[in-house]
């Protein structure tokens, strides 16, 4: 790694800042990577080689750091940035991996000023179902969207001006995934389509299936992987998700609309040949976005 980003601190050692920790260990063999988090956590961090020291004081965590990766909920993570940026390296980047982006890059340009630490709001667009730094994987990133967020009038998609931004991105490309450059905005209403919506089609599903479920255990003894599969999603917990819904209500209004209208479409077409285009349709985004990955 460049010099500049010699001492990293991770902010939150769960399942994507254990990830990025165990990333930079592989990857960035040379660069010191401290951990904060509650202390319990810190020592399952430490045990799995994601960190050489756990910090859990904010101040000393991040004295001295080059690069401060935010891995925090949503909502604490918006709570800590203001003291993040008074406490960090003013030569520091300071990024986090946010699922939603208007609220926290709202709160960041009035914690962050000119001469000072630079922030940059990113979202990995990886993950799975279960969280916890014991599902953390250095391999996470790979193939995946890494959405990185631009400034009005600043970064643009192809050049950004700060040095540290310029490094970052060369950074996550080497971790195996794909910088998308995109405003606060644009991210949050996409993301409550392929990210959020799917998330809540899956506890809607979770609760048809369940409520039909009988004493017998049927329908549930009956099902196969297709069911599994569509409901692996459900297997997020809401402590994951608050945050990220209370953020973003207004963009997962409007998808959950779509979709409800979807639906009725559906409906309507059970004894139609319409719902042979709707299949057929269903089929052609399912190879775009197997061709994608």
């Known amino acids: 790694m460049a010099a500049s980003f010699r001492r990293v601190a991770i902010v939150g050692t769960g399942l994507i800042g254990g990830s990025f920790a165990l990333a930079l260990r592989k990857y960035f063999p040379d660069s010191v990577v401290v951990g ?4 319990g956590v810190l020592l399952d961090a430490f045990g799995r080689g994601a960190i050489h020291e756990g910090i859990p004081d904010l101040p000393r965590a991040v004295a001295g750091t080059d690069l401060i990766y935010v891995a925090l909920p949503v909502g604490h993570t ?5 003291e993040i940026a008074r406490l960090a390296p003013p030569n520091a980047l300071v990024t986090d991996a946010s699922s939603t982006k208007r609220s926290v890059c709202a709160v960041a340009a009035q914690s962050f000023h000119e001469g000072g630490a630079h922030f940059l709001g990113g979202h990995p667009m990886a993950g799975k179902e279960i969280s916890g730094i014991a599902a953390a994987d250095a391999e996470l990133f790979r193939r995946s969207k890494y959405a990185l967020i631009r400034k009005s009038g600043g970064e643009n998609a192809g050049e950004p001006r700060d040095p540290r931004v310029a490094e970052f991105v060369t950074l996550i490309k080497k971790l195996g995934a794909e910088p998308v450059w995109l405003d606060a905005e644009a991210h949050d209403r996409a993301a409550a389509i392929v990210s959020h919506l799917p998330q809540l089609l899956a506890v809607a599903l979770a609760g048809v299936v369940r409520d039909q479920t009988d004493e017998t255990g049927l329908p549930v003894t009956l099902a196969g992987r297709g069911l599994r599969d569509a409901l692996r999603l459900a297997g997020s917990p809401y402590s994951v998700w608050r945050d990220i819904i209370l ?12 979709l409800i209208q979807s639906l009725e479409q559906l409906r309507d077409d059970l004894r ?10 269903a089929g052609e985004l399912y190879k775009i976005l197997r061709d994608l990955q």
């Open 36 to 39: 904060w988090d509650k202390p």
């Open 78 to 82: 918006i709570e800590l940035l203001p």
């Open 247 to 258: 953020t973003n209500s207004d963009n997962l209004d409007r998808a959950l609309g779509l």
């Open 272 to 281: 139609t040949r319409a719902l042979e285009e709707e299949f057929a349709a």
